[in-house]
C-alpha cells in the first residue's frame, strides 16, 4: 500500500511541473503579445507610407525607392522615430524619439493617467527592390518592398522580427 501511495504522489508531482511549465510559457507568451502587435502596426505604417508616397503628387515614382538607390525611403535598420516635415515615416528626414501612449486604468485615452510607451525597443528597416520578369527584365512599373521590424523580447537577450512584404505599382 505505501508503494502505491509512493507512485501516486510521483505522478501527481509529476502533472504539477508539467502544469506549471505550461502555465509559464504561456504567460511569457501573453507579456510579448503586446511587443507583437505593435510591431504589426509599425510595419504597417509602413507600408501604409509607401503607398501614400507614391499616391501623391509631390513624389516622383522614382522617389519611392531606397536612399541608396536614389529613393527617400532610410537604407537598413532605423530606430523608430516620428514623421519628419513630409509625412511619410521610414524616411531620411525623420527624427525625434516616439512614443506610444496608452490607456491608463480608466481605460481611457487623452486623460493623465496614460500610460507613455517609448519605442526605443524596435527598429524598422524598409527594403524595396526591383522586380524581373521570367527572362531576367527588369519590371520599371513594379517595385518588391519588404518591411521588417526588429525588437528585443523584454527580460531577454533574443531578438524577435516581424516581416510584412508586399508589391507595389507606378499605376495608381
Given at each position: 500500500?505505501?508503494?502505491?501511495?509512493?507512485v501516486?504522489?510521483?505522478?501527481?508531482?509529476?502533472?504539477?511541473?508539467?502544469?506549471?511549465?505550461?502555465?509559464?510559457?504561456?504567460?511569457?507568451?501573453?507579456?510579448?503579445?503586446?511587443?507583437?502587435?505593435?510591431?504589426?502596426?509599425?510595419?504597417?505604417?509602413?507600408?501604409?507610407?509607401?503607398?501614400?508616397?507614391?499616391?501623391?503628387?509631390?513624389?516622383?515614382?522614382?522617389?519611392?525607392d531606397?536612399?541608396?538607390?536614389?529613393?527617400?525611403?532610410?537604407?537598413?535598420?532605423?530606430?523608430?522615430?516620428?514623421?519628419?516635415?513630409?509625412?511619410?515615416?521610414?524616411?531620411?528626414?525623420?527624427?525625434g524619439?516616439r512614443?506610444?501612449?496608452?490607456?491608463?486604468p480608466?481605460?481611457?485615452?487623452?486623460?493623465?493617467?496614460?500610460?507613455?510607451?517609448?519605442?526605443?525597443?524596435?527598429?524598422?528597416?524598409?527594403?524595396?527592390?526591383?522586380?524581373?520578369?521570367?527572362?531576367?527584365?527588369?519590371?520599371?512599373?513594379?517595385?518588391?518592398v519588404?518591411?521588417?521590424?526588429?525588437?528585443?523580447?523584454?527580460?531577454?537577450s533574443?531578438?524577435?522580427?516581424?516581416?510584412?512584404?508586399?508589391?507595389?505599382?507606378?499605376?495608381?
Amino acid at each position: 500500500m505505501l508503494v502505491e501511495v509512493m507512485v501516486a504522489m510521483v505522478v501527481l508531482t509529476v502533472g504539477l511541473v508539467t502544469l506549471l511549465g505550461v502555465f509559464s510559457l504561456a504567460l511569457a507568451t501573453t507579456q510579448t503579445a503586446q511587443q507583437d502587435m505593435i510591431a504589426k502596426q509599425l510595419a504597417s505604417e509602413a507600408m501604409e507610407s509607401i503607398v501614400t508616397a507614391r499616391q501623391t503628387t509631390q513624389l516622383s515614382w522614382s522617389s519611392v525607392d531606397n536612399v541608396s538607390l536614389g529613393g527617400i525611403f532610410a537604407d537598413g535598420y532605423k530606430s523608430i522615430q516620428n514623421a519628419g516635415a513630409d509625412g511619410i515615416v521610414g524616411t531620411t528626414d525623420d527624427s525625434g524619439a516616439r512614443t506610444l501612449t496608452l490607456p491608463g486604468p480608466d481605460g481611457i485615452v487623452g486623460t493623465a493617467d496614460d500610460i507613455s510607451l517609448p519605442l526605443t525597443n524596435y527598429q524598422r528597416q524598409i527594403a524595396i527592390t526591383s522586380v524581373t520578369d521570367s527572362s531576367g527584365t527588369v519590371l520599371s512599373d513594379l517595385r518588391y518592398v519588404t518591411i521588417t521590424v526588429q525588437y528585443n523580447i523584454p527580460r531577454t537577450s533574443l531578438k524577435k522580427s516581424y516581416v510584412l512584404t508586399s508589391y507595389i505599382s507606378q499605376y495608381r
